[in-house]
């Protein structure tokens, strides 16, 4: 019997025991799970700017957590060692996933958070891979962390269906959405679409602090009309929120680009600037 997965617009149909494009998500017993669940692979206490959040209680710190998989194959990933890694392996005697990654569940997580509160520490950042197509434990987590006075931050590409987008938005205190670039040709190449994304950066607008990260990639999305477009939809929203441009480095399968020239983000930013009050340059 095969079960949809309702997370994000791939819709992934799964028989029983196969796992998602994601790699994170799986039909167990005709359920969908999330197979990472507590499972993490990074995490660190970094300044709240290495999100990037430049105007969400700058200054101070915040403790990050991964995890592994995600629902884009973008060739320029920084992070695909953990972001392109699948589940582990199903051992059908115990009923269990065993990992090597080492296991932090919701409750753990928030006592880690809160004892880093005189380091600085003002909540938890769900970040490094996609964290959404873990959205249970997000969710519990974030809960939790209500609970406990924490803020909650996540790190996305956006790319989710919009009912539990929102849900998860209710109790979300700031998010950094990445638009990889402004046209549904571009997001083809990633596996996404464009409108979905711009949708849910309307959605976050209306409930949390909302920065949108958009990084340059020499011959792909490096328009001054892009931008131009890029700019005047986060207008239309808000003013306000924060654009952070950041320079492409060769990374993973795009080996072969060169760097984005400083110059082209300074023209860029001065672009955005002309429709947004705060622009930033990342990787610059």
């Known amino acids: 019997m095969k ?118 520490n003002i909540g938890i950042a769900f970040t490094y891979n996609e964290p959404l197509v873990g959205y249970e434990y997000v969710y519990d987590t974030s809960l939790l962390a209500k609970e406990a006075g924490l803020k909650t931050v996540i790190v996305t590409n956006g790319y989710f269906n919009h009912e539990p987008f929102e849900e998860i938005m209710k109790i979300t205190d700031a998010i950094n959405i990445d638009i990889k670039g402004f046209t549904e040709e571009f997001y083809k190449k990633v596996g996404g679409d464009l409108q979905t994304v711009l949708n849910n950066v309307k959605i976050a607008s209306k409930y949390c602090h909302v920065e949108i990260t958009n990084l340059i990639i020499p011959g792909e999305n490096d328009s001054e009309e892009e931008m131009e477009q890029l700019s005047r939809f986060l207008k239309e929203i808000n003013p306000e929120i924060p654009l952070h441009i950041s320079r492409f480095f060769p990374n993973y399968k795009m080996l072969d680009k060169n760097p984005t020239e400083r110059d082209v983000i300074d023209r860029l930013s001065e672009r955005a600037s002309k429709n947004l009050k705060y622009v930033y340059k990342g990787n610059y």
């Open 3 to 120: 079960v949809k997965c309702e997370i994000c617009p791939i819709g992934c149909n799964l028989s029983e025991n196969q796992t998602g494009v994601c790699r994170a998500r799986a039909n167990v017993d005709n359920e969908i799970i999330s197979l990472n669940y507590g499972r993490v692979s990074s995490i660190m206490l970094d300044p709240i700017s290495k999100k990037p959040l430049a105007r969400f209680h700058p200054g101070s710190y915040i403790l990050s957590v991964g995890s592994y998989g995600c629902n884009l194959h973008c060739p320029f990933c920084q992070n695909y060692q953990i972001a392109l890694e699948g589940e582990d392996l199903w051992v059908e005697q115990t009923g269990k996933y065993f990992s090597t990654y080492e296991t932090i569940m919701p409750k753990e997580l928030v006592k880690l958070a809160v004892a880093a509160r005189d380091r600085g």
